[in-house]
């Protein structure tokens, strides 16, 4: 079993910066693959980033490439999305997740924490 906890939400101008964090619990956390996902209101739930176990692989969505950067510090548990040029579509609950099969490019978490929200106003 694995917990997820975010954190580091907010509202921020556009232009502006912030930093989540999900925080695991479980001693197989380096083994999974980690990934961000958004769901905005009214709209589907939708890929961001992920990464893998070692943080060697990385992918991202084509909405956020080239201004998010996901991370990971398997000693600390926790997995960290640098969101950066925030744009007022942005705006979502963004939920990680943990694949215990390690998978990047097609992620289909086996766990999923609870969210949080940011806010990008214009």
């Known amino acids: 079993q694995v917990q997820l906890v975010e954190s580091g939400g907010g509202l921020v101008q556009a232009g502006g910066s912030l930093r989540l964090s999900c925080a695991a619990s479980?001693?197989?956390?380096?083994?999974?693959?980690m990934g961000w996902f958004r769901q905005a209101p009214g709209k589907e739930r939708e890929f961001v980033a992920a990464?893998?176990?070692?943080?060697?692989?990385?992918y991202y969505a084509d909405s956020v490439k080239d201004r998010f950067t996901i991370s990971r510090d398997n000693a600390k548990n926790t997995v960290y999305l640098q969101m950066n040029s925030l744009k007022p579509e942005d705006t979502a609950v963004y939920c990680c997740?943990?694949?215990?099969?390690?998978?990047?490019?097609?992620?289909?978490?086996?766990?999923w924490g609870q969210g949080t929200q940011v806010t990008v106003s214009s």
């Open positions: 479980g001693r197989t956390f380096n083994s999974y693959s």
């Open positions: 990464i893998s176990w070692s943080g060697g692989s990385t």
């Open positions: 997740g943990a694949d215990r099969h390690n998978r990047v490019v097609f992620i289909i978490p086996d766990y």
